[in-house]
């Protein structure tokens, strides 16, 4: 299969508790909040503002490896619609579709990381006119229309990804992203983290998921979600920031203030390290 290495190393939630803000967007700059002095006076309430999660990217470098994988990931689909036709035969120019598409598609993420969302917007679209069942096609185009503010376009785009792969976990995360901060849908925003989890389980899925869940009220499914995220990265500050939220709001406040001391400690702590 074709590699899709995630380079978009996903953000805080929020750091209200810490007195950071990390301005992050699917589609631009991100703030890294290692790099901002923490405030231990500053203390989150519940309804602290949340910063948007950052859409996983999955850059497909050309070289001559990801280029045999495009080979063989297009072989293995052409092969299967041949099977159905009777013929498994693989097409020297089916292989250089895909390899040319790969190049579109790499190209796209060289133009949205300068900013030049249409430019980007384009190659994807280039690529697909090659190769209609690239799924990391849409899934970087959808990035590139978040970036330009089409959140329609994305969502759509990220269904296709889907359909194509109903296994890319990072497909349902990113959707889920957008139907919770940009169009005010949290049934499906936990339905699509909810997905992501059982994919393929990450802290910052269950994090999300846990801030959805506190956002509907559901305390205590917040705390578990927060726990499972720590569980999972047990030096995640933000997963204990906020279920110290989640746990104040549910009226438990020694075990809240020891997830802020912990979270605390944590952002000291990493803050050194980059110091060092």
């Known amino acids: 299969m074709m590699t899709r290495v995630p ?6 939630v929020g750091l209200a508790f810490f007195g950071l803000s990390a301005c992050v967007d699917g589609g631009g700059a991100s703030q890294d909040p290692d790099e901002l002095v923490p405030t231990p006076t500053a203390v989150a309430s519940p309804d602290a503002t949340q910063t948007e999660a ?3 990217e999955k850059p497909i470098t050309a070289t001559p490896e990801t280029a045999a994988a495009a080979d063989e990931s297009s072989a293995e689909a052409v092969e299967e619609e041949d099977e159905e036709d009777g013929d498994a035969e693989v097409s020297e120019e089916d292989l250089r579709r895909a390899r040319e598409a790969s190049m579109w598609i790499d190209r796209g993420i060289a133009n949205r990381g300068i900013g030049s ?3 980007a917007i384009a190659d994807y679209g280039k690529a697909l006119a090659l190769d209609a069942s690239n799924s990391n096609a849409f899934y970087n185009r959808a990035i590139a229309k ?3 503010g089409d959140v329609t376009g994305a969502i759509a785009d990220y269904s296709e990804t889907i359909k194509l792969n109903p296994q890319d976990s990072d497909a349902y995360f990113n959707r889920a992203s957008i139907y919770h901060y940009d169009l005010n849908a949290p049934e499906k925003a936990l339905a699509d983290y909810t ?4 994919i393929k389980p990450s802290a910052d899925a269950y994090t999300y998921r846990g801030v959805v869940r506190f956002a509907r009220r559901d305390y205590q ?3 578990a979600d927060h726990t499972k995220a720590i569980e999972l990265n047990p030096d995640y ?3 204990y920031n906020h279920r110290g939220i989640a746990r104040n709001a549910a009226g438990d406040a020694r075990g809240s203030k ?3 001391a912990r979270a605390l400690d944590l952002a000291n702590s990493q803050l050194d390290q980059r110091k060092q």
């Open 195 to 198: 997905r992501s989890i059982d």
């Open 117 to 119: 969302y249409d430019e």
């Open 146 to 148: 978040k970036a330009k």
């Open 7 to 12: 380079f978009a190393v996903l953000l805080p």
């Open 237 to 239: 500050a933000v997963a």
């Open 54 to 56: 950052p859409a996983v």
């Open 258 to 260: 020891l997830d802020y």
């Open 221 to 223: 499914g917040a705390i």
